[in-house]
T-cell receptor
Framework: GNSVTQMEGPVTLSEEAFLTINCTYTATGYPSLFWYVQYPGEGLQLLLKATKADDKGSNKGFEATYRKETTSFHLEKGSVQVSDSAVYFCALRLAGSARQLTFGSGTQLTVLP | DTAVSQTPKYLVTQMGNDKSIKCEQNLGHDTMYWYKQDSKKFLKIMFSYNNKELIINETVPNRFSPKSPDKAHLNLHINSLELGDSAVYFC???????????FGPGTRLTVL
């Protein structure tokens, strides 16, 4: 079956630290990959996505590269801010799958000033 | 301006009651979803409707019944509420030609 595995949180960093949140996937076929972010008390928002191997998604200083050989889509940011504190979800979607997303378990990030 | 809206935002009720959560999207999307997020933040899809027709029905109790009166609305009715139904329920929508799902703000259901 299809699944997404994220590094467990919570992750606590100081402002301006480097962030990596690991995400690996298992899928039958070639999925599109996503990172969603959930700020406190809000719904999920798309952060970035990549639809094929070696694509790099980027937004708001965050980046993730679709690595088919390692089935990974790790999220990185060079310098985090307090405002980046949120829960981050990695997700995949297979083509023709009624656009259903399969989510990882989420990683809570807290950035301290 | 709200793209995907849900009502109510909070719902506190007693075991055994019946309640509904409403969802509306003004994005012109053709597919809508309901997700359940548990206390550990784990998200699981419950239902998906495309053009008012059910296309995904994951293993959820039949006490949960989605209803889509038109493409812009997908409501969730829950009968005989149980303690384990306490969670945050998210509605989402997407257009057929795109991967991006847009989520509502969530409805926090607490069953006492």
């Amino acid at each position: 079956g299809n699944s997404v595995t994220q590094m467990e949180g919570p992750v606590t960093l100081s402002e301006e630290a480097f962030l990596t949140i690991n995400c690996t996937y298992t899928a039958t076929g070639y999925p599109s990959l996503f990172w969603y972010v959930q700020y406190p008390g809000e719904g999920l928002q798309l952060l970035l996505k990549a639809t094929k191997a070696d694509d790099k998604g980027s937004n708001k200083g965050f980046e993730a590269t679709y690595r088919k050989e390692t089935t990974s889509f790790h999220l990185e940011k060079g310098s985090v801010q307090v405002s980046d504190s949120a829960v981050y979800f990695c997700a995949l979607r297979l083509a023709g799958s009624a656009r259903q997303l399969t989510f990882g378990s989420g990683t809570q990030l807290t950035v301290l000033p | 301006d709200t793209a995907v809206s849900q009502t109510p935002k909070y719902l506190v009720t007693q075991m055994g009651n019946d309640k509904s959560i409403k969802c509306e999207q003004n994005l012109g999307h053709d597919t809508m979803y309901w997700y359940k997020q548990d206390s550990k933040k784990f998200l699981k899809i419950m239902f998906s409707y495309n053009n008012k027709e059910l296309i995904i029905n994951e293993t959820v109790p039949n006490r949960f019944s989605p209803k889509s009166p038109d493409k812009a609305h997908l409501n969730l009715h829950i009968n005989s509420l149980e303690l384990g139904d306490s969670a945050v329920y998210f509605c989402a929508s997407t257009r057929q030609s795109t991967d991006t799902q847009y989520f509502g703000p969530g409805t926090r259901l607490t069953v006492l």
